[in-house]
């Protein structure tokens, strides 16, 4: 079968508790993921780290890196910049794991149509009122900034429908088990295993033969 990982895009509202999500896969399945950190120019929140969270980078650093063509992909959500570094990435899909990157919409388009064979999932609270409720719950944004991310996730709604699946975050547990069934199943698809068919094909006429 395919050795190679799949490069998993996970799309969702902010606030959809995509980052509990993430963190909880990882710990179930160490093995079988990596976790791509993106770089941005937001400012740390508290608790974060940089290195951890992001790489948290001036201005002047990111557009440094988009100029040597260190970013896969980048995008400006709610006046900062936001970027997936490239070199992590391929190691780890060389390396045969599955590579997720938490990125928002704009960006998932941009990595579909350099990688087409990029799985997107798209994950959403059961409600638009839970959203809300989850946003101003995290006591770490102004009533501006939730705002702003309200209408952002207003406008991303229109772009659930490109994605492949949709998970509805509503239980941790059962939310996890449903993204990981999804991506282990994602590598028995036809398109995958190219190599692999030609081969067996091959070496049935070899065998009918002898
Ligand atoms: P936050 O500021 O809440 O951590 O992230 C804001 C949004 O930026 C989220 O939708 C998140 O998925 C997205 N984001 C994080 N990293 C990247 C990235 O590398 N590229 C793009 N395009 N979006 C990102």
Redesign the pocket.
């Known amino acids: 079968m395919e050795t190679k990982g799949i490069l998993t895009v996970v799309?969702g509202f902010?606030g959809a508790g995509?980052g509990t999500l993430m963190h909880a896969l990882l710990q179930r399945y160490p093995d079988r993921y990596a976790l791509s950190i993106?770089?941005?120019t937001?400012q740390p929140r508290e608790g974060e780290a940089d290195g951890r969270?992001?790489f948290f980078k001036t201005k002047d650093e990111f557009e440094k890196m988009i100029a040597k063509d260190e970013l896969i992909?980048?995008?400006r959500?709610?006046e900062?910049y936001?970027?997936?570094p490239r070199a992590y990435v391929e190691e780890m899909l060389e390396a045969g794991k599955d590579v997720i990157?938490?990125?928002?919409v704009?960006?998932a388009m941009k990595v579909k149509k350099a990688f087409p064979d990029t799985l997107l999932l798209f994950v959403t609270p059961p409600t638009a009122e839970e959203l809300k409720k989850r946003l101003t719950g995290r006591g770490t944004e102004t009533a501006e900034v939730i705002g702003s991310r309200l209408c952002r996730a207003a406008e991303e709604a229109e772009g659930m429908g490109q994605y492949d699946y949709l998970i509805v975050n509503d239980k941790l547990d059962v939310c996890v088990e449903e993204m990981h069934g999804i991506i282990q199943g994602e590598h028995c698809r036809n398109f995958r295993n190219t190599q692999f068919m030609e081969k067996i094909k091959q070496d049935l006429q070899e065998l009918k033969g002898e």
């Open positions: 799309s902010s995509k993106s770089a941005t937001r969270e992001y992909e980048y995008a959500y709610v900062n936001y970027g997936t990157l938490e990125i928002e704009q960006g």
